[in-house]
């Protein structure tokens, strides 16, 4: 342990001395406040059977360690997921390539340090939840150990797992980009329902709840909710005081499903990573005969079209290039994968066009609309494209442009099929759609400087919009009626100029 | 103490076709400093990585001290110092911190490591930065920081490729005057494509070209090489372009309306030539050059 300390040190102050860090550190202290609203407030996060506990340090510590098993997963992977990306985007791969260190041995620090950094953030959750306690004052008996075991029980085990997928998914080579990102999301969204369903862990806990308030209150039935319920009545919620319960052997054992996914993926990171062999120049690339075929004969025959179509000016031009840029490098399956959504999108039935089919079109395209913002970043050519360009309004528009036709082109399908049936609103809710999609990327990369950001929130804005239908966040339309009903579009048309202008106005001043 | 390359290869896919990145290079490497000259896509790079334990090659063995490298990496890698072309460094650390890191990353004990990093930050000019960010460290001493890194476990093979990069003309002077200090006692393989880095300091020098080894031997031995095919010439300047396409133009210096010209060919290029003495620039265009389509080769001054 004196040999991996110094690594795990360094690696740890190397992350953490970051302005973004402390930004996480403050979000993560604003969402605990949050998620503890005042007994005046509108909304309310848990209830049970209409009931809630007075914020003592049982009921805050319990109430934690939920709001951490649901959203720590989805918001510390994303933070923790870039333990080895550092090295190999700072270069210092190569240094510690040459070094005598054990895979193991790298490894096992990377993973330290991880979980050194989930649990600084835990840290400034449980400080913020004593801060809520003192401050709300409906309980000033400070029991620490009631606020701190949920976090040690249930939320630890998991915050060993998540550092531990995140570096598994950074050494398999075609889960460390972008691809891996929405994967995890997905994993996320299961794991969400598996975590409130299961017998054990959290959901076993809030089905004792659930069982402790029908006992203590068996005529008062109530709505049970975790996450954000409107209140219109202030007060409506009722209080009861909970005494908390002690750790169990039960509650260690069902903690060890987590330890073993950490034990498996830290082995599995093991097996795959490369210990920065591979050269940051894809030298081992095979280009395949279809590869060949589509992207070099087939793209080249297009783009001699598209050039002589956009010869005569020069955003057009600028158009082209941008398209060009975005997709390169992109597999010869991917744009297949887009041409076979394109002609089912011809042939399914209207609603599971509109609900499904043309959202994943859409999120296929997550991975390469992320770029924009930051392509010049990502590519190392700020300087050159600051001193060459014209303007960079021009620029701007251009790369949104070449987006744009990508998300177009995406749904070409339903364009077609929209146009044919005199679809007209639909088709306006698309475009709609699209230009939002654009802005969000477009702003997302500009100010985060980083693809992870949209390849984050796209998705999570996908699923609780056209998937679930949430009204508001359905950028998409898929109860159009009633999308159109409550104005919607208009909202989205609203943020989608603001965005953008906002993107245009911070690149200028660049 | 030895390092020895046998047979080695490397290939890699590009499209379609296999490229190659070096072919069947053998090379002996002892104690002293190996310059290791050639045009970029030589395979300069390919071939440090490769000692560095970093890639693997397609055929071929490398020995260290009789042991196989290829299939035993850590026994080289406890006494090795690589120094990258492109490296980068934790700018969040200080000068200091990025050294402990490095130095626990090759297993120093501390208090090895702390003694050997003061030394190096002092041989380096770095003390009085040892405690600033290395976002704030120009590029120099950035260089100089994966110079000290590369020397932290006093190794006994030195693979430094283009260290030169980013340092001044002092503090290149410097550098080449750490470098004869090491070299009594350890192998160290200098890879450059700029001749007079490695001139005065070279005890050997293998040139590389297209991934084959083309010369290996002392740098008096190459000058020797090409002792009667070193000519110079004073010419105008509308003949310039003409010997530039012609012969292999060295060297060129501006006098007066007429330009002096140091010229490597076979036989003497003009009545006018006189035979002059040969430097390491000139044996390492010719051997370089030999392999290439005939284009012009100058550099002005």
């Not at chain 1, 791969?93 to 649990?119: H, N, R, Y």
């Not at chain 1, 007209?424 to 230009?435: C, D, F, G, H, Y």
């Amino acid at each position: 342990m004196t040999q991996v300390w110094p690594l795990i040190s360094a690696d740890f102050k190397q992350r953490t001395r970051q302005q973004s860090f402390v930004v996480t550190l403050l979000a993560m202290s604003v969402l605990t406040l949050l998620f503890f609203p005042s007994p005046d407030a509108h909304y309310q996060t848990l209830v049970i059977n209409g009931y809630r506990g007075i914020y003592n340090s049982a009921w805050l510590g319990v109430c934690l360690a939920m709001l951490n098993v649901l959203f720590l997963p989805i918001i510390c992977f994303y933070l923790v997921k870039n333990a080895l990306e550092l090295d190999r985007q700072s270069m210092t791969g190569e240094l510690i390539a040459a070094t005598p260190i054990s895979k193991q041995t790298f490894l096992f620090a990377k993973w330290c340090s991880s979980v050194l950094i989930l649990l600084s953030i835990v840290l400034v959750m449980l400080f913020s939840s004593l801060v809520i306690q003192i401050y709300y004052g409906e309980s000033y008996q400070i029991n620490l150990w009631a606020l701190v075991w949920p976090q040690l029980v249930f939320v630890l085990p998991m915050l060993l797992a998540i550092a531990a997928i995140a570096i598994m998914f950074e050494s398999i080579s075609w889960l460390k980009g972008g691809l891996g990102n929405v994967v995890y999301f997905f994993l996320w969204i299961g794991s969400i329902v598996q975590s409130l369903e299961s017998v054990s862990g959290i959901g076993a806990l809030l089905d004792n709840l659930d069982l402790e308030i029908a006992e203590r209150f068996p005529l008062q039935q109530g709505d049970t909710n975790i996450g954000v319920s409107i209140s219109n009545q202030a007060n409506a919620i009722k209080t009861f005081v909970w005494q908390g319960l002690e750790p169990t052997f039960v509650h260690l054992w069902e903690a060890l499903p987590l330890l073993f996914i950490c034990l498996t993926c830290l082995v599995l990171a093991f097996i795959f990573f490369d210990r920065f062999s591979k050269n940051s120049i894809p030298e081992n690339r095979r280009t395949s005969w279809l590869n060949f075929i589509v992207k070099t004969r087939l793209g080249g025959h297009l783009d001699i079209i598209f050039a002589a179509l956009t010869q005569h000016f020069a955003f057009t031009r600028l158009l082209r290039l941008e398209l060009k840029l975005i997709l390169k490098g992109h597999s010869v399956y991917w744009f297949m994968g887009l041409l076979i959504l394109n002609i089912i999108q011809m042939f399914v039935s209207q609603a599971l066009l509109v609900s499904l089919v043309l959202p994943i079109s859409w999120l296929c395209c997550v991975l390469v609309i992320s770029q924009l913002g930051q392509l010049e970043k990502l590519s190392n050519t700020s300087e050159l494209i600051t001193y060459s360009k014209q303007s960079s309004i021009l620029q701007s528009f251009a790369c949104c442009g070449a987006a744009w036709i990508l998300l177009a082109l995406a749904s070409m399908g339903s364009v077609i099929r929209f146009t044919g049936s005199a679809e007209w609103l639909l088709l306006v809710q698309m475009i709609v759609a699209i230009s939002f999609t654009v802005s969000l990327a477009y702003f997302c990369g500009t100010f985060t400087g980083s693809k992870r950001m949209f390849e984050v929130l796209y998705p999570a804005l996908w699923y609780i919009g056209p998937i679930q239908a949430a009204l508001y966040v359905d950028f998409f339309g898929v109860n159009s009626q009633a999308s159109w009903q409550a104005g919607v579009p208009y909202y989205f048309v609203a943020i989608s100029i603001s965005l953008l202008m906002l993107t245009i106005s911070a690149k200028s001043t660049r | 103490m030895l390092l020895d390359i046998q047979s080695l290869s490397h290939h890699y896919q590009s499209g379609k076709n296999t490229k190659l990145a070096i072919k069947s290079l053998s090379l002996q490497v002892e104690p002293g400093i190996l310059g290791l000259l050639g045009p970029n896509g030589a395979g300069k790079s390919s071939l440090m990585r490769i000692l560095a334990t970093i890639t693997k090659p397609s055929e071929g063995s490398i020995f260290w001290q009789g042991q196989d490298i290829i299939k035993s990496p850590q026994v080289l890698r406890k006494e090795l110092g690589y120094l990258p072309q492109y490296f980068g460094v934790y700018d969040q650390l200080s000068g200091i911190e990025f050294l402990q890191y490095i130095a626990t990353l090759k297993g120093l004990r501390k208090s090895i490591a702390d003694h050997s990093i003061e030394h190096l930050l002092q041989k380096l000019n770095l003390t009085h930065a040892a405690h600033t960010s290395l976002k704030g460290y120009s590029g120099g001493m950035k260089q100089r920081i994966g110079i000290a890194q590369a020397l932290l476990n006093d190794p006994k093979l030195l693979i430094i490729d283009e260290p030169s990069v980013g340092l001044d003309p002092q503090e290149r002077a410097n550098f080449r005057q750490l470098l004869t200090e090491l070299s009594d006692e350890r192998c160290i393989i200098f890879s450059t494509h700029i001749v007079a880095d490695v001139e005065s300091i070279a005890d050997r020098i293998a040139i590389m070209h297209s991934g084959h080894l083309i010369q290996s031997d002392s740098p008096s031995a190459l000058q020797h090489k090409i002792a009667n095919k070193c000519w110079q010439l004073s010419a105008n300047f509308n003949e310039l372009k003409q010997m530039q396409q012609e012969f292999i133009v060295s060297h060129s210096v501006r006098k007066g309306s007429m330009v002096e010209l140091n010229i490597v060919a076979d036989s003497c290029p003009d009545a006018r030539a006189i035979a002059r003495t040969p430097s390491l620039e000139d044996a390492y265009l010719y051997f370089t050059s030999k392999r290439e389509a005939p284009t012009a080769y100058a550099r002005a001054s």
